[in-house]
């Protein structure tokens, strides 16, 4: 199904967040956000979901074989870390001159 409209999410590249529920749940162990994908609505956590690939020889890999990546999760599994509180927060997005900024329900600070 074709969504009428793109979804906004609160994760951005590069923010820190908590997992929150499946194998690697750690909520107090941040981690960095690698990737979005908002058309499946996933995040490719830092060190979070490591699968085996098997890879065949190439130009760049010319040895091939197994190799361990990241692989993407549910982005409902993830919250932002909020490192004033020191730990998971809501966030609510307000705007300040024209820009938008994300803002922790938890201490009220401003997400960088």
């Not at 956000?33 to 956590?45: A, H, N, P, W």
């Not at 085996?52 to 091939?64: D, F, I, M, V, Y």
């Not at 705007?95 to 009220?108: A, C, D, P, V």
Request: glycine share 8%.
């Amino acid at each position: 199904m074709i969504n009428r409209f793109k979804p906004k999410y609160n994760i951005k590249k590069g923010d820190k967040v908590v997992i929150i529920a499946g194998d690697d749940k750690d909520l107090k162990k941040p981690r960095v956000v690698l990737q979005v994908i908002t058309d499946k609505g996933r995040v490719v956590v830092e060190g979070a979901n490591i699968v085996t690939k098997h890879t065949k020889p190439s130009a760049t890999n010319t040895k091939g074989g197994i190799v361990k990546v990241e692989a993407p999760i549910h982005i409902s599994n993830v919250q932002l870390w909020d490192a004033k509180a020191g730990g998971p927060a809501k966030i609510k997005r307000t705007r300040e001159n024209g820009k938008l900024i994300r803002i922790s329900k938890k201490s009220g600070e401003a997400i960088k």
